[in-house]
């Protein structure tokens, strides 16, 4: 003891020790908040019947990728059974209205669902599977009417329709299980299309105007 002040208990340095540094693993827990949410498995539908899942699909609404840079409207794909693979041939209208058309080709890789599937873009002495990308079917109306495509890292999703126009119901309901699913439904954009959506704007803008 010096100058008649007593040393502090173990318990209260303890106390002290919590209260400077509670701020600090705050902080920590929110920042692992996204990657705790990234950790939880991207869900895909139970089955998808390959033959009725083949023709063209409209793209409703998409996170916007690199590779679609050039594509202002009327964004479509489709699917064509080749062999043993699947043909994929996504098309779209430019800023300068011209047609821009990617063909790519894609497998199964879960053969018990069919909902998880690779693709790829990159044909060099055949096919490069490792150059391309998961393709995961993670919602998928029972009539086939609607689809959405989602990759595990979340960084990718498409909404995609048998027609160029969904119903405000429909959009509801995928918007809100892709929330459900671990999306940020504000990153995915609607897309242009002749006889369907008309105006650019993020996916949970379009609902809560509808």
Not at 100 to 128: C, I, M, P
Request: with cysteine; net charge positive.
């Amino acid at each position: 003891m010096k100058n008649g002040a007593a040393n502090p208990s173990p318990l209260h340095s303890l106390i002290n020790d919590i209260n400077l540094n509670m701020p600090k693993r705050f902080a920590l827990l929110l920042s692992l908040l996204p990657c705790i949410a990234l950790a939880q498995p991207l869900n895909t539908v139970e089955h998808v019947d390959l033959n009725r899942y083949l023709g063209k699909w409209y793209e409703i609404a998409s996170i916007p990728q690199f590779f679609q840079r050039q594509c202002v409207r009327d964004s479509s794909a489709e699917y064509q059974l080749r062999d043993s693979a699947i043909s994929v041939t996504n098309r779209c209208t430019t800023n300068k209205g011209d047609l821009s058309v990617a063909e790519g080709q894609a497998r199964v890789v879960d053969a018990a669902s069919n909902a998880k599937l690779e693709v790829t873009f990159v044909k060099l002495f055949g096919w490069r599977y490792l150059l391309g990308g998961d393709y995961w079917v993670i919602d998928l109306a029972a009539d086939y009417r609607y689809a959405v495509v989602g990759h595990p890292t979340r960084k990718y999703a498409w909404v995609l329709a048998a027609t160029p126009q969904v119903s405000a119901l429909d959009l509801s309901a995928i918007e809100k299980r892709l929330r459900e699913n671990g999306y940020d439904t504000c990153s995915l954009l609607t897309t242009v299309q002749t006889g369907g959506l008309s105006s650019k704007i993020p996916l949970c803008e379009a609902i809560a105007s509808k």
